[in-house]
């Protein structure tokens, strides 16, 4: 992988990483509830792929249109891992040191939006009442290990995806 196409890829996963802690940073300054929104989860989503995409079209341009298939998948997920990381250190940072009481909420808030969501779909009250169990069972999400374990899995999925794309958009100079 050339220099400047690893170059690029960095800047967009900066770009991606700052997206995503400007989002993180706002929902917890102005609404945190806006953090259990599962709406925004699929944006984000939608948000990460399009950048790996554009990443891996941008290497592609930047070689003449031809990229292998590991430069392709290299450029989605450097960008991809990049971003993510950033926003894993925001939150971190954010709900373990300069307001646990923040992570303490946010955990109440997702618990109450997963009952009103069961709901919702009728579901019957006792397994409401054993998912609320679980859900204040388990330890604060936005500590160390539990964070680094989420964005692992999170990195296998994407990885996943930027191998679709690798696919998708590599080409050989000699299958042109």
Excluded: C
């Amino acid at each position: 992988m050339e220099t400047s196409t690893k170059s690029s890829a960095i800047n967009l996963g900066l770009y991606l990483g700052g997206l995503m802690a400007l989002t993180t940073i706002l929902g917890y300054a102005l609404y945190l509830e806006l953090l259990t929104k599962w709406w925004l989860g699929i944006i984000l989503f939608i948000a990460i792929i399009a950048f790996g995409i554009v990443s891996a079209l941008k290497s592609k341009k930047m070689q003449n249109g031809f990229i292998t298939f590991k430069e392709a998948f290299s450029s989605y997920f450097i960008t991809v891992a990049i971003g993510i990381l950033i926003s894993m250190v925001i939150s971190i940072i954010i709900f373990n040191f300069v307001d646990p009481e923040a992570a303490l909420a946010l955990k109440e808030k997702t618990i109450e939006a997963s009952v009103q969501m069961m709901r919702s779909f009728n579901a019957p009250e006792e397994a409401v009442a054993t998912a609320v169990e679980q859900m204040e069972a388990q330890k604060n999400q936005f500590s160390i290990a539990p964070q680094l374990q989420s964005n692992a899995i999170f990195l296998i999925i994407q990885a996943v995806i930027g191998l679709i794309v690798a696919l998708i958009v590599k080409r050989d100079p000699e299958n042109a």
